[in-house]
């Protein structure tokens, strides 16, 4: 996958080791996201160190940030037992980033040989922290960033979850796309009464010893409830993971998660800010997948990695307070964005990157600068550039909020 290299302000802002990945115990650290969408999309080198000491000194959610706890030189890196007994635990974080520095170093700082060492037996955690392990890594490899790699494989091992992998059975269902799974998914959503059935039940099912280093968080509690415990509709995977051309793979997905943003679409014009999720750590994910796949293999990893993220995105939109999109709604957003194909002349981008370029909520950048990107490389389809005008809100996480809030239920 073609990249081009960033400005030297994004270079050293990336490379920044002052704060820890999450804050509050529970929120990511979005501040090097953003720098990369910023210059990605033009943004001048006074605005992107603009939002950097902005967020930085306080994110949106009106919390700072939190500085690591340890100087970097003086931080003992973990142990490879110590790697495997951390995993999904959600401590000593600095530890791990050490130890895949490390390991950098024994590789001759080839970024590519430790994403493929390393990664694979990852992917199967991609769910944690709302995805923001697979974020992290996947817009490092786009930035190219060394040390924010070493941070994304950290974050990756340090907030694992996922669907157990013993789980996934493949090809159960006979179906063609993933528009056509998820509309499977949601006849059985309601014909089974899942939500009753499954989600609240498994809510209920488990105590405060459950994920203990979770308690508190909310939403992300409650989805590691969900994916511990899966139903079938999300387990039983469709065909087209394992027969599609995997370039075709990812076009489908990006437009089914995008299909599935659009019917978040608010009366104001607002997305959802957890579905976005689906665009970018999509968009990360393939980032990691082309790395551990490149060449002409089978695709193992990306197959594999594809049927966590699909099992994963069935739970985290069953979780999620709107519940799973209805049958109507889905085929509603087909018939509204089908494969419409625009003239680069006609459609101008500029005013959505100007107003993404100056937005504090930085999920936005992030959502424009895929959404174009997508938009370039499949044929203008209306659907990307649609999904890019419709910023999300900074959702409810404020000092006297600890839980997720869902806008669709405001």
């Known amino acids: 996958m073609k990249v081009n290299p960033l400005k030297?302000?994004?270079?050293?802002?990336?490379?920044?080791?002052?704060?820890?990945?999450?804050?509050?115990?529970?929120?990511?650290?979005?501040?090097?996201?953003?720098?990369?969408?910023?210059?990605?999309?033009?943004?001048?080198?006074?605005?992107?160190q603009?939002?950097?000491?902005?967020?930085?000194?306080?994110?949106?959610?009106?919390?700072?940030?939190?500085k690591v706890d340890q100087k970097w030189n003086e931080v003992q890196p973990a142990t490879e037992d110590q790697w495997c007994t951390w995993r999904g635990k959600k401590t000593h974080w600095q530890e791990q980033v050490a130890f895949m520095n490390d390991e950098l170093k024994k590789l001759d700082n080839d970024t590519d040989k430790l994403i493929q060492k390393y990664a694979p037996e990852l992917l199967s955690g991609l769910a944690?922290?709302?995805?923001?392990?697979?974020?992290?890594?996947?817009?490092?490899?786009?930035?190219?960033?060394?040390?924010?790699?070493?941070?994304?494989?950290?974050?990756?091992?340090?907030?694992?979850?996922?669907?157990?992998e013993a789980r996934l059975n493949a090809d159960r269902h006979r179906e063609n796309s993933p528009m056509e799974s998820l509309i499977r998914a949601a006849h059985t959503?309601?014909?089974?009464?899942?939500?009753?059935?499954w989600i609240d039940r498994v809510k209920a099912k488990y105590d405060e010893s459950f994920h203990p280093e979770l308690v508190g968080s909310g939403f992300q509690h409650e989805l590691s409830k969900v994916v511990s415990d899966p139903h079938p509709v999300a387990t039983h995977l469709p065909t087209w993971i394992n027969e599609k051309n995997v370039d075709d793979l990812w076009e489908s997905m990006y437009k089914a998660a995008t299909w599935i943003y659009l019917t978040t679409i608010d009366e104001k014009g607002h997305g959802n800010f957890l579905v976005l999720h689906l665009l970018t750590s999509l968009?990360?994910?393939?980032?990691?997948?082309?790395?551990?796949?490149?060449?002409?293999?089978?695709?193992?990893?990306?197959?594999?990695?594809?049927?966590?993220?699909?099992a994963s995105m069935i739970c985290l939109l069953s979780t999620s307070g709107g519940g799973f999109p209805s049958v109507e709604a889905l085929e509603k957003i087909q018939t509204k964005y089908s494969p419409l194909i625009l003239d680069a002349k006609s459609f101008d981008w500029d005013p959505i990157v100007k107003d993404a370029i100056a937005e504090r909520e930085e999920h936005n950048p992030k959502l424009v600068y895929v959404m174009r990107e997508l938009w370039k490389r499949y044929g203008r389809w209306s659907g990307f550039s649609e999904a890019a005008k419709a910023f999300t809100l900074t959702p409810n996480i404020g000092p006297d909020t600890p839980e997720f809030d869902d806008p669709r239920t405001q």
């Not at 270079?11 to 501040?31: P, Q």
């Not at 817009?139 to 157990?164: K, R």
């Open 8 to 48: 030297t302000i994004s270079k050293a802002l990336l490379a920044d080791r002052t704060f820890d990945i999450e804050f509050r115990g529970y929120l990511s650290n979005h501040a090097k996201h953003a720098v990369i969408a910023h210059d990605r999309l033009g943004a001048p080198n006074d605005r992107i």
């Open 50 to 66: 603009e939002y950097w000491d902005d967020y930085t000194a306080m994110t949106p959610y009106s919390i700072q940030l939190h």
């Open 189 to 197: 959503w309601k014909a089974e009464n899942l939500k009753e059935d």
């Open 283 to 310: 968009w990360g994910l393939e980032h990691v997948c082309r790395v551990v796949d490149g060449g002409p293999t089978m695709m193992k990893v990306t197959r594999r990695a594809l049927s966590q993220f699909y």
């Open 128 to 164: 944690g922290s709302l995805t923001h392990g697979i974020i992290h890594l996947g817009w490092a490899i786009d930035a190219q960033s060394p040390w924010m790699i070493t941070e994304g494989l950290a974050y990756l091992n340090f907030c694992h979850i996922g669907v157990d």
